[in-house]
T-cell receptor, first 116, second 108 residues
Framework: EAGVAQSPRYKIIEKRQSVAFWCNPI?????LYWYQQILGQGPKLLIQFQNNGVVDDSQLPKDRFSAERLKGVDSTLKIQPAKLEDSAVYLC??????????????FGPGTRLLVL | AQRVTQPEKLLSVFKGAPVELKCNYS??????LFWYVQYSRQRLQLLLR??SRESIKGFTADLNKGETSFHLKKPFAQEEDSAMYYCALHTNAGKSTFGDGTTLTVKP
């Protein structure tokens, strides 16, 4: 089966600019996750969707970050305006069903963002 | 709030030697614990999870609730085991918390 797809793979922007990332989960997967991974750290969950509803966005900096999953399939994550500390790899993952604790998450290749 | 700690950023062993990657967690509920691995230029992938009680690529991990640990072990390390390893905790509320990872290098 095709894996989780993400684009772009790399992005360089200046601070205060806007940027958007796209994720296409594995077909049929109901739950989609966005993680931020800063260099030298583990992935940090930003937002979790089940179908097109938000399950958890407690760690999403809502003053500048937004995410949507229209039609319960693809998702976009946007940063507006970007700050230097947003430089990181943004990972998308999906899981088959409810996103329960026992489910395996399948990760995309990530988008590497550099904010100058 | 839950927390996952991997005390070793870097771990280096010789081929054929035993290896143990440490993971400690804090969580007030009943945790589901996982080990994920990222090989060079590949995406993050599941290695094993405690509920399955399985051995994958010779690796095992035992959940010790008394010590709140989930250490990953392999009796004889191979060069292809060189990778970044992440311990993760998933809660019933659906929240996932990852440790900061351990880079394992297996020397020939």
């Amino acid at each position: 089966e095709a894996g989780v797809a993400q684009s772009p793979r790399y992005k360089i922007i200046e601070k205060r600019q806007s940027v958007a990332f796209w994720c296409n989960p594995i077909s049929g997967h109901a739950t989609l996750y966005w993680y931020q991974q800063i260099l030298g750290q583990g992935p940090k969950l930003l937002i979790q969707f089940q179908n097109n509803g938000v399950v958890d966005d407690s760690q999403l900096p809502k003053d500048r970050f937004s995410a949507e999953r229209l039609k319960g399939v693809d998702s976009t994550l946007k940063i507006q305006p970007a700050k230097l500390e947003d430089s990181a790899v943004y990972l998308c993952a999906s899981s088959l069903a409810s996103g329960g604790p026992q489910e395996t998450q399948y990760f995309g290749p990530g988008t590497r963002l550099l904010v100058l | 709030a839950q927390r996952v700690t991997q005390p070793e950023k870097l771990l280096s062993v010789f081929k054929g030697a035993p290896v143990e990657l440490k993971c400690n967690y804090s969580y007030s509920g009943s945790p589901e614990l996982f080990w994920y691995v990222q090989y060079s230029r590949q995406r993050l992938q599941l290695l094993l999870r405690h509920i399955s009680r399985e051995s994958i690529k010779g690796f095992t991990a035992d959940l010790n609730k008394g010590e709140t640990s989930f250490h990953l072990k392999k009796p004889f390390a191979q060069e292809e085991d060189s990778a970044m390893y992440y311990c993760a905790l998933h809660t019933n509320a659906g929240k996932s918390t990852f440790g900061d990872g351990t880079t394992l290098t297996v020397k020939p």
